[in-house]
T-cell receptor
Framework: KAGVTQTPRYLIKTRGQQVTLSCSPI?????VSWYQQTPGQGLQFLFE???????NKGNFPGRFSGRQFSNSRSEMNVSTLELGDSALYLC??????????????FGQGTRLTVV | AQSVTQLGSHVSVSEGALVLLRCNYS??????LFWYVQYPNQGLQLLLK??????LVKGINGFEAEFKKSETSFHLTKPSAHMSDAAEYFC????????????FGKGNQVVVIP
């Protein structure tokens, strides 16, 4: 069974630009969550999508947005990039059927550097 | 809101010695608790999970954790550290059944000394 796939693995962008990150969840998983990981703030929840709808949202500004497609693939967009957006962005997929408890399966992440 | 606390960002352990990583949770409802491991430049890998079925949970790579409600703790242990255990370890809590919003602790960077 293929795992969670995130593309690209590495990205360098300039302040003020926008960026789109992609995540393909494990086959059959309908929930996709996004996390930002930085040395200072650790792992922070961005948002969760389930069946193409945003179900949970963390405390991030509106510059951070996402969407989910009918095949459960998800994209995350950050507009007007700031230096502080440099981070590892992790995507996690979860099954939501009976017997699941919120355990998440993570991709390898996209390392975003804003210069 | 549910949260977890991990103390001591860096933990050094000798090869062959006990690994003990502490996690305390705060939750108003019975929590679901997880330990994840992260190797350099990798995503997070699930080590084990507590879902109220048993208080002593065994995971991969020889790790186990015990849920203690009276102490609101879910500490991770491994009897004998191996060099390959050098990584960062995160405790996480899921607030409710079907809720996939995980709250993570700050993590413990484990260094194994030969």
């Amino acid at each position: 069974k293929a795992g969670v796939t995130q593309t690209p693995r590495y990205l360098i962008k300039t302040r003020g630009q926008q960026v789109t990150l992609s995540c393909s969840p494990i086959s059959g998983h309908r929930s996709v969550s996004w996390y930002q990981q930085t040395p200072g703030q650790g792992l922070q929840f961005l948002f969760e999508y389930f069946s193409e709808t945003q179900r949970n949202k963390g405390n991030f500004p509106g510059r951070f947005s996402g969407r989910q497609f009918s095949n459960s693939r998800s994209e995350m967009n950050v507009s007007t990039l700031e230096l502080g957006d440099s981070a590892l962005y992790l995507c996690a997929s979860s099954s939501t059927g009976q017997g699941t408890y919120g355990e998440a399966f993570f991709g390898q992440g996209t390392r975003l550097t804003v210069v | 809101a549910q949260s977890v606390t991990q103390l001591g960002s860096h933990v050094s352990v000798s090869e062959g010695a006990l690994v003990l990583l502490r996690c305390n949770y705060s939750s108003s409802v019975p929590p679901y608790l997880f330990w994840y491991v992260q190797y350099p430049n990798q995503g997070l890998q699930l080590l084990l999970k507590y879902t109220s079925a048993a208080t002593l949970v065994k995971g991969i790579n020889g790790f186990e954790a015990e849920f203690k409600k009276s102490e609101t703790s879910f500490h991770l242990t491994k009897p004998s550290a191996h060099m390959s255990d050098a990584a960062e370890y995160f405790c996480a809590v899921s607030p409710a059944y079907g809720n996939n919003r995980l709250a993570f602790g700050k993590g413990n960077q484990v260094v194994v000394i030969p």
